[in-house]
């Protein structure tokens, strides 16, 4: 079986984390992902503390397995999403955009395991020293927001530069990707897009049809001139928006508005011509809607068989 010590960590059967996409993931993805052996991840996105404290009550309605909360950490509502996460004694917290140092102490305090989201060794160095149990390392060809550095040549040098498990994201959504991310020497996966299409996963039908039907160049990258580079499925929002990057007459403030509630817009109306539909470059290799359960075996078995034969490629 596919198994590693972050398995024996956070108590989970298979190391596969389900990404914390704002607006997507919410308790029913989160729950079923950990019905299923893996880690599901409730998005925090920009909840108030009440609010995310009615997604965790709601998750642990629908399951008795760990499950994490995402903070983004540039939400105006961190300091008390913060204490609401101690509060509820939530098991696992992954953390992104932004800086979790303020917060790493206060969680881990309380027995919250703390796995911070980094796109560079010198973070994954940073948030190791303070005590965090895991890392996720990140590539550029995820969806959403987004840092430079690739999967391929990022895993392996935050694996060198850190003694605690690495999980590996970015680019990543069957079997194969797991094997390549193990031989990388990360201990675990987190996938965003696979789980895009998910029976039990939200999002308007139209966000999946347009995962399923995407091809190997169906995605690009907007929002750097603004320092948010985001990665999702080209449609006339994301056309739209390049054109307003590259002209020098729009100001960053207005760019910023043009994108703001895109997201939502995707999520929850299907809106194709206006919306952003954040989607990674795996896209290509997203065939069907199938349950959380499904998904995670399959992923599993996928990436067992793939390890076993490896040993064939050894004369």
């Known amino acids: 079986m596919l198994k590693s010590r972050i398995c024996d960590i956070l108590g989970i059967k298979y190391p596969v984390f389900q990404g914390g996409m704002a607006w997507v993931a919410d308790a029913d993805l989160a729950a079923a992902v950990s019905n299923a052996g893996g880690l599901g991840i409730i998005a925090g996105m920009n909840m108030n503390g009440e609010q995310l404290r009615a997604e965790i009550k709601k998750a ?41 140092l303020p917060y790493i102490k206060k969680w881990i305090d309380a027995g919250v395991k703390v796995i911070p989201v980094v ?11 303070r005590g965090a149990t895991a890392v996720v390392a990140e590539g550029g060809e ?26 590996a994201a970015g680019g990543i959504a069957d079997g194969r990707g797991i094997a390549a991310a ?17 029976k039990e996963c939200n999002v308007h039908q139209t966000y999946k049809d347009r ?6 160049s169906a995605t690009v990258v907007n929002g750097r001139r603004i320092g948010h580079p985001a990665r999702a ?12 990057e590259k002209d020098p007459t729009a100001t960053d403030e207005e760019l910023t508005s043009f994108g703001a509630g895109a997201l939502r817009k995707a999520v929850q109306d299907g809106d194709w011509e206006n919306g952003s539909f954040l989607c990674g470059q795996v896209a290509g290799l997203v065939k069907k809607e199938q349950t959380c359960r499904e998904i995670v075996e399959e992923l599993a078995l996928e990436a067992e068989t793939v390890l076993k034969n490896a040993a064939s490629y050894l004369g």
Do not use: C, W, Y
Request: hydrophobic content about 50%; glycine content about 8%; cysteine-free.
């Open 60 to 100: 642990r309605s629908m399951t008795d397995k760990p499950f994490g909360v995402n903070v983004m950490l540039m939400s105006p509502f961190t300091a008390e999403v913060a204490e609401v996460i101690v509060e509820e004694k939530v098991p696992v917290v992954t953390t992104g955009a932004g800086n979790p």
């Open 119 to 129: 796109a560079s060794v010198s973070l994954a160095q940073m948030v190791a020293k």
């Open 142 to 167: 995820s969806g959403g927001h987004i840092g430079e550095a690739h999967t391929l040549p990022l895993i392996p040098q935050v694996v060198d530069a850190v003694d605690i498990p690495v999980i």
């Open 182 to 198: 193990f031989m990388l020497g990360a201990e675990g996966v987190q996938l965003g897009t696979r789980f895009l299409v998910a």
């Open 211 to 216: 995962v399923i039907k995407a091809g190997d």
């Open 233 to 244: 499925l080209k449609n006339p929002f994301t056309r739209l928006f390049a054109e307003r």
